[in-house]
């Protein structure tokens, strides 16, 4: 899990409900999935879904990620 917004770097903890992925796992939050995206990953161009939370007792033995991810490039659609 992914601890940020791919787009605006926002900040999505494990228990956001207000965070979209793609199958590959990357992140964003509503705003830019809805108001920048259409709903696409921009990386791979398939639909964003809600993220699924984690348990916080699954938390304590399989941690979130912590390493950000940010497009240098913005928001733009790279897939092609």
């Known amino acids: 899990m992914r ?3 791919e787009c605006c770097d926002r900040d ?3 228990s956001d409900m ?6 590959f796992e990357c992140t964003f ?3 830019c999935a809805e108001n ?4 696409r990953c921009p990386n791979c161009g398939g639909n964003l879904v809600a993220r699924p939370t ?3 007792h699954f ?4 941690p979130a990620s912590t390493t950000r991810v940010l497009k240098p490039e913005g928001c733009a659609p790279s897939f092609g």
């Open 54 to 56: 984690r348990a916080d």
């Open 36 to 39: 920048r995206l259409g709903g």
């Open 29 to 31: 939050c509503v705003s």
């Open 12 to 14: 999505l903890p494990p």
């Open 59 to 62: 938390l304590e033995k399989s």
């Open 18 to 23: 207000g965070a979209l992925i793609c199958s």
């Open 3 to 5: 601890p940020n917004c």
